[in-house]
């Protein structure tokens, strides 16, 4: 299998260019997510559409968008090509796009030079990283992109816990017993449920605000003070603890022991007064932070619930078993994995339009792809290139923890 180059002699007049203008076709190539439970594809017919009218061929995997509600007529009515072989599929595609990283398997049905644009994961996928580079692969980290205001619309892992957030929300109204809402009836008046969310980032966020438009009674903590005025802002409670946990990038710092004592006392405290608990906190590259141990578990209402959103980084819940549900002292604890896929229709849709955007700083003006990856956004987010791992803590995790 071989890959074409820029340069090379397929060529396609641009879509209002000058007239004789020319470019080499760059072949976008969208597999079909085998890992289990993903419904999520990477690209949409909206995004589709444009990409094709750019002058490039998109080819999609026959159902590739199904499990997101997007079928291969959709597709072929945007300028896709539908293609039933994986082999087909990848031979000459330039660039490759995906949701889940992508198996060791699959890396070695990539040409050498194929660029791959995804949710990489690499500490947990250091095999396929290692694949990659000695294949001499090129790959995106879509988790690398920079939060800078340049790269809003090219953050996946906002879009991704956008969806999360909501879907949180949706899975804890679902398994509780009481209406969300007050409701005022011929059977007397039933007090809203009080719904406490845990990290007040995109997903917390989010979750907030869905549990307001359901009717809920809301609580919000994070260690970043700053977290308040947005929370407030969305018309929940933002319970104040005198501690500054803000550390670079917009993440939250680890705490001091000392500090965690106090925090641990007041989160404990508003748990076990609520009927719903939404758990998002994490810190990048570590097992997330516990924030209700099992003893505060027993102090819940019969009938709450607990949706860990951390399930698949350790869970903020000390009881949480990631990818089930179970029941402790009446109270359900959920560890889901993979939320966005439950929501695929639209969070395929952002992510979809993150990648566009990403793939903008690929393609220079003329339609052809760029000689160097010397965009700020592009180096920040280089994960593997030219038989080299790019990233810094994951090559030192490849070489054991040495530089």
């Known amino acids: 299998m071989t890959t074409p180059g820029i340069g ?48 490039h061929e998109v080819r999609i995997e026959h159902d590739a968008g199904t499990g997101a509600y997007y079928p291969d007529n959709l597709f072929t009515a945007a300028g896709a090509k539908i293609i039933s072989s994986r082999t087909e599929l990848l031979e000459g595609a330039r660039i490759v796009l995906r949701v889940q990283p992508p198996t060791v398997a699959e890396v070695d049905q990539l040409a050498e030079g194929t660029i791959i644009i995804g949710f990489m994961n690499a500490t947990n996928n250091l095999e396929a990283i290692a694949r990659m580079r000695d294949r001499k692969i090129t790959a995106f980290a879509l988790e690398l992109v920079p939060r800078i205001t340049r790269a809003q619309s090219m953050d996946a892992l906002s879009s991704q816990a956008t969806a999360a957030g909501y879907t949180a929300v949706i899975l804890g109204a679902n398994n509780c017993p009481k209406f969300f809402p007050m409701l005022t009836t011929a059977a007397g008046t039933i007090r809203p449920a009080t719904v406490l969310i845990l990290g007040a980032g995109v997903a917390g966020l989010m979750a907030i605000a869905t549990a307001k438009r359901l009717g809920a009674i809301v609580d919000a903590y994070d260690v970043r003070r700053a977290a308040g005025e947005q929370v407030r802002s969305l018309g929940a409670k933002f319970l104040e603890l005198e501690i500054n946990a803000e550390g670079q990038g917009g993440y939250a710092r680890e705490l001091t022991p000392e500090e965690k004592v106090k925090e641990q006392q007041m989160v404990s405290a508003a748990v076990a007064r609520a009927d719903v608990v939404i758990t998002t906190a994490a810190i990048p590259g570590r097992r997330a932070p516990l924030l209700v141990t099992k003893e505060t578990v027993a102090t819940m209402r019969p009938g709450a619930v607990i949706v860990d959103l951390a399930a698949e980084s350790g869970g903020n819940c000390e009881m949480t078993q990631s990818g089930k549900t179970i ?69 030192e995790l490849l070489s054991g923890g040495k530089p």
Request: proline share 9%; glycine share 10%.
């Open 8 to 55: 090379q002699e397929v060529k396609g007049v641009i879509p209002g260019g000058p007239v004789g203008t020319t470019v080499t076709p760059v072949v976008v190539a969208v597999p079909k997510e085998l890992a289990p439970g993903e419904q999520r594809v990477a690209t949409v017919p909206e995004v589709v559409q444009k990409l094709t009218k750019s002058g």
């Open 327 to 395: 029941h402790e002292h009446g109270v359900t604890i959920i560890g889901p994995q993979n939320l966005p896929a439950r929501v695929p229709f639209h969070s395929s849709q952002m992510y979809a339009k993150n990648l566009q955007s990403f793939l903008a700083l690929l393609v220079d003006k003329d339609g052809a792809l760029v000689k160097g990856f010397t965009d700020e956004i592009l180096v920040a987010s280089l994960l593997v290139h030219a038989g080299e791992v790019r990233h810094g803590p994951t090559r």
